[in-house]
Nanobody, 126 residues
Framework: QVQLVESGGGLVQAGGSLRLSCAASGRTFSSYAMGWFRQAPGKEREFVGTSTWSGSNTYYTYYADSVRGRFTISRDSAKNTVYLQMTSLKPEDTATYYC????????????????WGQGTQVTVSS
């Protein structure tokens, strides 16, 4: 079992930055693929990015087109924490952000993930 707790959301102006954290407890953190998703009111939950262990103390990351170049995922295995650094934020980035974990390879669909956090709200004002 894996427990995930997100934090770091808030209100930021367009063009600003935020860093979200997702603290994991339970099973071996480094062996899990970690994903970030977001859900805006009235919309389906959508993929933001994901990372997985690729060997040699490095992680492979993959991002949605809408955030590539602006968002960065990093992991701190010592802290069992994955981060989502968001820069150049836009009003359309406003959503509740969720982290998720799954065993095996990365995935971009919600149904492939086994564990979810409770979400943290990000609001970007214009």
């Amino acid at each position: 079992q894996v427990q995930l707790v997100e934090s770091g959301g808030g209100l930021v102006q367009a063009g600003g930055s935020l860093r979200l954290s997702c603290a994991a407890s339970g099973r071996t953190f480094s062996s899990y693929a970690m994903g970030w998703f977001r859900q805006a009111p009235g919309k389906e939950r959508e993929f933001v990015g994901t990372s997985t262990w690729s060997g040699s103390n490095t992680y492979y990351t993959y991002y949605a087109d809408s955030v590539r170049g602006r968002f960065t995922i990093s992991r701190d295995s010592a802290k069992n924490t994955v981060y989502l650094q968001m820069t150049s934020l836009k009003p359309e980035d406003t959503a509740t952000y969720y982290c998720a974990a799954k065993s095996g390879n990365i995935a971009t669909v919600t149904t492939r993930y086994d564990y979810w956090g409770q979400g943290t709200q990000v609001t970007v004002s214009s």
